[in-house]
């Protein structure tokens, strides 16, 4: 199994500008969760989804993130407009079954803003 | 709420000496219990988990029990090599949680030197 595919890997970007990370979760999934890591506030789940539903949002910061889960295979996320501060390491994990207790983790993407 | 709390980094040590990286938990019922490693530029991977009291987790030389009476999961290792250096994750999925939602501590970094 390839396991969980971001991209891009890296991106860099201007303030202001719109950002869209891509992740194809492992096939047979269920589970999809976005995180953001930070030296500062470490690593946050931004939202979940399963079943392709968003079932707690909570951690995404305002209205400029934006994620959607258009199929099993894929999911967004949107940051617009971007922002310095958005910069960090995004990560996509997806699990499986109802327990969905072992998340695997993409390799991340590397988001800098200036 | 619940939370994960780890023992400050970095950690550095000697090849082949003994690691322990402590972890304790505040969580209502009986959690699962897990630890994450993230190697240098990738997404984090699990390294071992406990589902229930008592219960020991253990790969690739490490180990952890989960002690209920001190709500902690502190990780060991008998031998350390250089290959171990990487950011280790305490994380917790709770009892009563019907998602796969992972509450992360904030990461224990862990340098080996030759």
């Known amino acids: 199994d390839a396991g969980v595919i971001q991209s891009p890997r890296h991106e860099v970007t201007e303030m202001g500008q719109e950002v869209t990370l891509r992740c194809k979760p492992i096939?047979?999934?269920?589970?999809l969760f976005w995180y953001r890591q930070t030296m500062m506030r470490g690593l946050e789940l931004l939202i979940y989804?399963?079943?392709?539903?968003?079932?707690?949002d909570s951690g995404m910061p305002e209205d400029r993130f934006s994620a959607k889960m258009p199929n099993a295979s894929f999911s967004t996320l949107k940051i617009q407009p971007s922002e310095p501060r958005d910069s960090a390491v995004y990560f996509c994990a997806s699990a499986q079954g109802q327990t969905q207790e072992t998340q695997y983790f993409g390799p991340g993407t590397r988001l800098l803003v200036l | 709420g619940d939370s994960v709390t780890q023992m400050e980094g970095p950690v550095t040590l000697s090849e082949e000496a003994f690691l322990t990286i402590n972890c304790t938990y505040t969580?209502?019922?009986?959690?699962?219990l897990f630890w994450y490693v993230q190697y240098p530029g990738e997404g984090l991977q699990l390294l071992l988990k406990?589902?229930?009291?008592?219960d020991k987790g253990s790969n690739k030389g490490f180990e952890a029990t989960y002690r209920k009476e001190t709500t902690s999961f502190h990780l060991e290792k008998g031998s350390v090599q250089v290959s171990d250096s990487a950011v280790y994750f305490c994380a917790l999925r709770s009892s009563s949680s019907n998602t796969g939602k992972l509450i992360f501590g904030q990461g224990t970094t862990l340098q080996v030197k030759p």
């Open positions: 989804f399963n079943n392709n539903v968003p079932i707690d």
């Open positions: 406990a589902t229930k009291a008592d």
């Open positions: 969580a209502t019922g009986y959690p699962s």
């Open positions: 096939s047979g999934h269920n589970s």
